[in-house]
C-alpha cells in the first residue's frame, strides 16, 4: 500500500500558543480573537511591558537607596512576568497565578518598588475576560497578603538588612490600585461578552436570511419547474399517441413543447439570476396575476379547460401577494393536470380592500396508479401564503374534485418570507382534509398514460 505524502495531523502537537495555526489567528473568529490568537500581536505586549519594566525598574531604584539594588536575580523576576504574559490567552490561571508569585519574591528578596506590578495588572485583566474571575482574584489576594506579611511582619528576616516596618497609609493606595484593576478587567469583560453576543446575533441573521433565500428560491424553481415540466410531458404523451393517426395533431403538440420549454428556460434563468453578485444579476418583474391568461392558455392546451372568475374590485396587488397568488394558483392548475381526470377547472378570484381570496377546483375523478406523490407543491402553497400571514386549505371538494382555496392578507409591505418550521416533518402527500387519491396531499399519483396520451379538443387544430 502507498502512503500518502500528506502529513497526519490527527497526533501532531498544537504547538506553544504564541504559534498561528488553524483555529488561530488565521481563522475568522468573533471579535477580540480566541484563547488561541498567536502572531507578533501575542509577543508585542510582553515586549513591551519587559521593556517598562527594566527601565522603570532602574528609575525607581536610584529614588530608592534603602532598598536592595537591582542584581542579575532581581532582573530575572522583571523578564518572568512578560514571559508568563506570552501564556495569557490560552492558560489566563497559570498567568496570573505565576506573575503574582514573582511579584511577591520581587518584593520579598527587599528590590525597589517599581512597575512590576503591570505584569500582574495585565494577567489579571487576561484571567477575569477569560472568565476565570476566581482564579484571579484568589491571586490578587495572595499577593496582597503576602505583601502585608513581608511589609509589616517578615521583614524582620529578609532582605534589606535594617529595613523597618511600613506605615499603613500605602496600603489604602495599594488597595486603591487593585480596585482600579479589578474594575476595568470587569468593564472589559461586559463590553466584550456584550460584543461577542452581537457578533453571534449577527451571525445567526445572516444564516437566517441565507435560509430564507435558499427556500424562497427552491419555491420559484418547483413551482416554475412543476408546471412548465407537466405541460411538456402531457404534450409529450399527445406527440407520441397522435404521431402516426394525427401528424397535425402531433406537430401541434411539439410546437407547444417548444414554446413552454423556451418559457421554463426563460424563467429558470431569472430565479438563478438572484444567485449572482447583486451588481451582475440581471432584474426582471415577478409574474403576477396578470399572466393568469396565460396559464389559461396552456391548461388548454393540455386539453383542460380553464374558467376564470373574478369578484369585486381589482387593486394593484403589493409585489409578494402577486407573486404568491399567481404561484397558488399555477400550482393548483399543474395538480389538476397531473393528478385529475376532469376537463374543466374553476379559477375564482374574490378581491376585498384587504384580502385576496382564491379558489380553483375541478370536478373530475382522481388519476393515477396508487403510488405516494411528495405533497412539496401544497408545502410551497402554504408556506407562501403563511409568509404573508394567509392560509391555504386543500381538499376533497364537494362535487367530488379537489378544491385548492386560499386566503392571502393585503398590506402595504409584505413581510419577508419565512422559513418552515423547526421540526416540521416533510409531507408525503397526505392532505388532513383528503383521504382520496388523486393530487398532492391524496395518496399519491403520477401522470397516467391515459391522461398524458388524451388529445386535445378539435377545435385546437390549426
Known amino acids: ?135 484571579a482574584w484568589a491571586a490578587a489576594g495572595l499577593l496582597w497578603a503576602g505583601h502585608l506579611l513581608i511589609g509589616h511582619w517578615l521583614y524582620r528576616w529578609l532582605p534589606p538588612a535594617g529595613d523597618t516596618a511600613m506605615s499603613w497609609g500605602p496600603e489604602w493606595g495599594v488597595a486603591a490600585w487593585v480596585a482600579a484593576v479589578a474594575a476595568a478587567a470587569e468593564l472589559v469583560r461586559v463590553r466584550r461578552e456584550a460584543v461577542a453576543r452581537e457578533w453571534a446575533a449577527r451571525r445567526q441573521a445572516e444564516r437566517r436570511r441565507a ?24 404534450q409529450a404523451g399527445v406527440g407520441l399517441a397522435l404521431l402516426d393517426q394525427d401528424p397535425e395533431q402531433a406537430r401541434t403538440a ?85 393528478h385529475s381526470g376532469a376537463r374543466t377547472a374553476r379559477v375564482e378570484l374574490r378581491h376585498a380592500s384587504r384580502l385576496l381570496e382564491i379558489r380553483v377546483e375541478d370536478d373530475g375523478p382522481a388519476t393515477g396508479d396508487g403510488t405516494e406523490g411528495t405533497g412539496k407543491g401544497l408545502i410551497g402553497m402554504r408556506e407562501r401564503a403563511a409568509a404573508l400571514g394567509g392560509t391555504v386549505e386543500a381538499g376533497p371538494g364537494p362535487d367530488g374534485g379537489f378544491r385548492v382555496a386560499a386566503r392571502l392578507p393585503l398590506r402595504a409591505t409584505d413581510p419577508a418570507p419565512a422559513p418552515p418550521a423547526a421540526g416540521r416533518p416533510e409531507q408525503s402527500g397526505q392532505s388532513e382534509q383528503s383521504g382520496k387519491p388523486g393530487h398532492p396531499g391524496r395518496p399519491g399519483h403520477p401522470d397516467s398514460p391515459a391522461r398524458a396520451c388524451r388529445p386535445e379538443p378539435p377545435e385546437e387544430k390549426p
Open 254 to 338: 411539439l410546437t407547444t413543447i417548444k414554446a413552454a420549454s423556451k418559457e421554463v428556460l426563460g424563467e429558470v434563468r431569472q430565479v438563478l439570476d438572484t444567485l449572482r453578485a447583486p451588481g451582475d444579476a440581471t432584474r426582471s418583474p415577478a409574474p403576477g396575476l396578470d399572466r393568469l391568461p396565460e396559464l389559461a392558455e396552456h391548461a388548454r392546451r393540455t386539453g383542460l379547460s380553464v374558467d376564470v372568475t373574478v369578484t369585486g374590485e381589482p387593486a394593484a396587488l403589493p409585489l409578494g401577494a402577486d407573486l404568491a397568488a399567481f404561484r397558488i394558483v399555477q400550482e393548483a392548475l399543474t395538480n389538476i393536470v397531473k
Open 211 to 234: 435560509d430564507e433565500e435558499r427556500l424562497r428560491i427552491a419555491r420559484e424553481l418547483h413551482d416554475v419547474l412543476a408546471h412548465s415540466i407537466s405541460v411538456i410531458n402531457v
Open 1 to 135: 500500500m502507498t502512503e500518502s505524502s500528506t502529513p497526519d495531523t490527527r497526533f501532531r502537537r498544537p504547538g506553544p500558543p504564541w504559534r498561528p495555526g488553524p483555529g488561530r489567528s488565521g481563522a475568522p473568529g468573533p471579535p477580540f480573537g480566541g484563547p488561541g490568537r498567536g502572531g507578533p500581536r501575542l509577543w508585542a505586549l510582553p515586549l513591551a511591558v519587559a521593556a517598562v519594566q527594566l527601565v522603570g525598574s532602574g528609575f525607581a531604584a536610584g529614588n530608592q537607596p534603602d532598598r536592595a539594588p537591582l542584581d542579575a536575580f532581581a532582573r530575572v523576576l522583571l523578564l518572568a512576568g512578560p514571559a508568563l504574559l506570552l501564556l495569557r490567552r490560552r492558560y489566563p490561571r497559570i498567568t496570573v497565578y505565576g506573575t503574582c508569585a514573582a511579584a511577591m519574591l520581587y518584593f520579598g528578596v527587599g528590590h525597589p518598588y517599581g512597575p512590576i506590578v503591570i505584569s500582574v495588572a495585565i494577567a489579571f485583566l487576561a484571567a477575569v475576560v477569560a472568565g476565570h474571575r476566581r482564579a
